[in-house]
Structures are given as C-alpha cells and as structure tokens.
C-alpha cells in the first residue's frame, strides 16, 4: 500500500511561496465550508443585545454601567453591568472611537472590521502554530482546517455573526492560545506567547494558566536572556490580572468579584440557581464530567434526513473530536518533552477548573464549547508528534472527516 508522504525529521522548509499558498488554500476551504453557517458579509454586533458593545459606548460616555438590562448582562445594586471579559469591549471602543474617521457610521462595529480583528486572525494564527510544529504546509492547512471546521469554532462562527459575547469570545481566545503555542514550540519569538497571554486571559480567564509554560520556557533560556523573559512574562501576568481585577473593583466594590452571579438576578432555573449558590464548586464536577467525555448524541430521521438527536448540554469530545485520542496514545512521549509537560499540565489546571464551574457550556447542542479552552494547544503538541508513525497520517485525514461532518451538521441544525 502506498504511503501518505509526511514531513520526515530534518527535511528542509517548504518555500515561501508554498506556506503562502497553502494558507491561501486554507482560506479558501474555510470560506466554503463555513460560510454558509457564519456568512461573514452580515456580521453586525447590536448593542442593544451584546453588552460588550453596550459597554465600549457606555466608555465613550465616561461611565461603566450600561443603559438597559439586557440577556448575558448583570444587575446589581440598581445597575446594569457587562461582566464577560474586557478584550471584546476594548476592540468594540476602539472601533466605535476610530470608525467615524474613517467613514463608518457612529457607534458601529463595521462588518468588515468585526470579521478582520475576530474570524480572520483565528486562521492565521492556527496555520503558523501547526507550522511551528515541523510539518510540512500542507499538513499544516489541514491540521488547521480541521481544527477550525470540525470543533466548536465552527459553531462559535455561526454564532459570532449575530453578535453573540461567549462565542465571540471564544473565537478571541484562539488566537491568544495559538500565538502561546507559536511562542512555546517555534524555539523563537518569545513575545508571541505574551501577546497571546493577553489576548486569551482577556477573552477567557482560566487561559491565563498557560502562563506555565511559558514561565518553563523563559526559565530555561540563557542567563541574560533569562532574566528579560521572566520579567516580561511577571509584568504580562500582572497586566492580564490588573484590566479585569480593577473593572470588577469599580463596578461591584471588589478585584475578586467578578459580577458573574448577578447575571441571575430575576432568574430562578436550575442554572441560576447554581450560580447564585456557587459559581465553582466539587459538586458540579460529576455532571461536567459526563457532558465533556461520556455524553453521546444519538440519530433521528424525518423528511431533513439522517441528523445527529444531541443534548443541548455537550457531548464528548472524544466522540465528536476523535483526533484528541492522539494526545492520550502519545502521552508517555508528550511527558518527555519538557514544555509539552508543562503545557499538559496547564491544561490539565484548566481543565479542573471547567469542571468545577457551575454551567457546563449551556446551550452547546452536541458539543463541548468550553473544550475549546485548551484543544488548540493538544492539536499542535499532536501536530508535533505526526511523524512519529507512518499510521497517523490515515489517522488524522479521517479523524478530521468525521468530525467535520459531525459539526456540519450540528451546526446546519441550529445556525
């Protein structure tokens, strides 16, 4: 049988111009797959629905609390507040502040802008982290494009167009995580990975924990250069935790408060509930548990067809994303390499910490969302293993295939 040609150790770097192409390429296949679901043409942020937006204006106003209660938005002591994380409001004020200079109407987020800073850097971003993996371009775009088609970014797109604060957060995120792992694994560009810290512990908290590695990182480097990084990455930290802590000070009195459960103020469902009694707790780790690793969809048919019967509360993600099973046949190797450990080990943190949360990603029909907290750094520590074996080449083609296909389809349903 003839063999799948993959980039063996030591083979000389694709050209410029084939990188170039296959990202093109990857572009292409993006905008087919997706944009049918996502239709970037009509992206729009309102802020009549999206607090994040409703808060850039309220900033250009002088004043943090927003003009009405709206869903995702906390009421408290008389007040509406954004509490979702502050990297979507500080690019909603940047365009509402530059826009009208540049012929946008006021108080917009231009379509064009919104797709540009939110969808486009995910694919960028992802195709130079499999890049810093050491395959060839080729590989790259694929490992890229399964990565954004066939897990919940694929959704979160479908999302994002309404203007939807998780999701948009969410996609945000993976670029923050995609230039740690650019950082972590090319052997350069150290700066990336704090950029990335930034962009991701803005976006979505619990990433502030891939900080680890890099910390593993810059502690192993030379002397001089040592020192440089270590400071770098303390004042990195230090500015990620500070944006978020004193927002949450001036809006609800406390750095630690993070106004989260006076989004259930009014509500009184199971999930608010919870919130209000513990947003973490050991207690909401079984559930978790089942929806993240166990949870199968089943099949229904009907005049649409064949189409998955899911659980709006998640699904496994060994079962909707079979690739990851890589990171557990690899793991003795992975725990060998130092920053692979570290990585692992962040993730792991990260993980803890999504299990003991209080909401398990609701409303996420046949997916596990929060998965995409730390599946993009797996992807590429899997990347990096992917010559490893001549099998694994047959492996990742059909392993991405189906779980592009399963995510079409979730997401045909609910888009």
Known sequence: ??????????????TRNHAIGCLLLLLVAIYLVAGPYARFS???????????MAEALAWHEGRLDLPHRMHDSALYDGRVYNVFPPLFTLLAWFATWLGPALGAPDGQ?????LVTLVALPVAVTGYAAFLSAKIRPGWAALFAAGWILGTPILPAL???????????????????LMLIAISLFSGRRFACGLIGILIAAWSRPLCI???LPLLRRASTAEPPRRKRRMIALAVTVLVSLALPMGLSWAKFGSPIDSGYKYLYQGRDDDLAQAGR????????????LWYMNI?????????YGLRPDVSP????????MPILVLILIDFRRVWRDSIERWTMLASFAVVGGLLCFHNTGYIQPGYYRFALDFIALWLVIIARHFTADPWRARLTIGAFAWSILYFNLVTQMYS
Do not use: C
Not at 6 to 12: C, K
Not at 295 to 303: A, H, I, T
């Open 158 to 176: 479908a999302t994002a167009r309404e203007g939807g604060i998780n999701h948009i957060s969410h996609l945000l995120s993976q670029t923050g």
């Open 109 to 113: 987020f231009p379509s064009a802008w």
């Open 42 to 52: 009509d992206w729009h942020v309102d802020a009549a629905e999206n607090p994040g």
């Open 313 to 320: 509360y998640g699904a496994s993600i060994w079962f909707t």
């Open 277 to 288: 009694r513990r947003l973490f707790s050991l207690d909401y780790v079984p559930k978790n």
């Open 295 to 303: 949870e199968l969809p089943g099949w229904e048919s009907g005049d």
């Open 209 to 211: 924990l891939f900080a």
């Open 1 to 14: 049988m003839t063999s799948i040609p993959v980039n063996p150790a030591g083979a000389p770097a694709a």
